[in-house]
């Protein structure tokens, strides 16, 4: 190669190089785009099987494996790649006889009668209903179950369940077989488990010489009632455990509390999850991870809008359903929430330096992207004074309004300390609409986007909200159903697993001490409790601090 050709690649390579350096230091948003759509995933974690959680056959890079990206991948998005509650290794123990029993009954499901085997193989069919939150975290409810009672989860392939989600078991499916679907839809009053107990008339306790049908349909939901509760009786679970080989479970809630009610699942429960509030963390990163179709959108947003911010900040918002109307300073109310807890920086008095005033915003055609985009140019032009730290927030509503009055609040007014602050919400899709598949892939993106956060601001009685935080296993800033100037704007919640809520106390005495009194420092009232309410959720930590 001649000298001069050599000399010039030697300067085109040194120029490039420089740039480069500069692009990476430069507030100039053209660098920031070029760096942002040139992200890298960040270090793959060295435990690519959740800490022992996953089964090793997943971790196979073959043609299976790429059928479900987001059971390794997810992972390496986490900030905090390890999670802060290592599972126990009887869960992880038990985890494995379950994938086992799975692989060995789950092609029983559609026989019948099942062939002969010790022991026989009996099922629990998760039937979830009203939003996918709610769905969620009563599948996460109904495995456990199954884990405590030697039973095959399955669910039923409607409302895209199937379609959102992963085969979670390795040699085996979930789903319910076509030959039961008319059973499931045959399931009236009359096999409801609070009517055969009356039926029968076994009462709570006398349960000898009853004869119960091999299918029950269990009603765990909001609206349940007191004799829906006898399940949860240690005698009322002997007879299912000896007669009824199905169980269906029609729940929107997470009903893990009412299993300690139960003295054989409250010993188990505690080897399984030992003094942590991990139970859904843990279940839900074993059970659930979005279909293909779903992570890439998910992937996808991230590395496009999130993944440059040094802290990821999500706030999802929801008026509890009856109080949209008391919540029409909801956006004003959060922002005082995030500031007053250094959540996010306040703004100064400063002029707006673009696009003038909110009025502006709302009128001109601008895009929420050109929005962002402005915010981010506006954030990085004063260097002199910016602190190099860049926040961004992730809003998850159904009402672009909120986002709106976020991002008008930061872009008319520059931050304490210069912090950079871009808001970006994927979607708003003003009403729900679960059940539609794209409808419902969004849904799911932004959950599994919240989890990824640092820090969570949540919204009272959501599903949605307590899946997010479960399985990123963060204690969220809850806003509080309606204001009220004698507390704060928001709180911080004790603990990262779901509220059940209309919790019904135990109803089942049967001539011994009643369980309330040994679990009455484990089942504590969530934060969002308000009186005549029962919403609970378990409190397991050996000490508790008053200012939790």
Known sequence: MPWFRLLGLVLSL?????????????????????????????????????????????????????????????????????????????LIQRLREYEELHARCAGEADKSPPSPSDPPCQFVVAVGYMGLGNKMISLVATFIYALLTNRVLLI???????????????????????????????????????????????????????????TVLVRITH????????????????????QVPWVFVRSNVFYVPSLYYVPSFKSEMERLFPGEDAIFHHATRYLLHPSNSVWKRTTRFYDSYLAHAETLVGIQMRAPPGFEGVRKNYAREVLQCAVENRVLPNVTQEEP???????????????????????????????????????????????QAHL???????????????????IHQPSHEEHQKTGETHHDEKA?????????????????LSTFGYAAQGLAHLRPWLMWIQPNPEHPVCTRVFASDPCFLNFEPYSCDCNRTR??????????????????RRWVKIDSRKERNASD
């Open 404 to 422: 709106e009055a976020l991002r008008a609040t930061y872009l008319n007014a520059a931050t304490e300390g210069g912090i950079r602050v871009s």
């Open 156 to 214: 039923a392939a409607a409302e895209n369940m199937d379609r959102l989600f992963c085969e979670p078991f390795p040699q085996s499916s979930w789903l319910l077989p076509k030959s039961k679907m008319d059973l499931l839809y045959s399931l009236n009053d009359s096999f409801r488990f609070g009517s055969v107990v009356k039926a029968f008339g076994s009462g709570e306790c006398n349960t000898s010489g009853v004869k119960y049908p091999g």
């Open 14 to 90: 040194t120029l490039a190089l420089h740039f480069l350096l500069k692009a990476q230091q430069s507030p100039n948003p053209f660098f920031s785009s070029f760096i942002l759509l040139n992200h890298t995933l960040p270090p793959r974690s060295s435990d690519e099987n959740e800490q022992g959680l996953l089964p090793e056959v997943w971790k196979q890079k073959d043609d299976r494996g790429r059928q479900c990206l987001s059971r390794f991948q997810y992972q390496s998005y986490r900030r905090h790649p390890s999670s802060p509650s290592r599972p126990s290794d009887s």
């Open 223 to 242: 609206e349940y009632d007191r004799d829906d509760t006898k399940f949860f009786c240690e005698e009322q679970q002997d007879v299912i455990r000896s």
């Open 515 to 532: 369980e309330e009194t040994t679990l009455e420092n484990l089942i504590r009232h969530c934060e969002e409790d308000e009186p005549n």
């Open 444 to 460: 799911l993106m932004e959950i599994f986007l919240l989890s990824l956060a640092d820090t969570l601001i949540t919204s009272p």
């Open 353 to 399: 330096e673009i696009l003038g005033e909110t009025s502006e915003i709302n009128h001109k055609n601008i895009t929420l992207e050109d929005q962002s985009q402005a915010l981010t140019s506006k954030k990085s032009s004063n260097s002199s004074s910016s602190s190099g730290r860049s926040i961004a927030v992730l809003v998850t509503s159904l009402n």
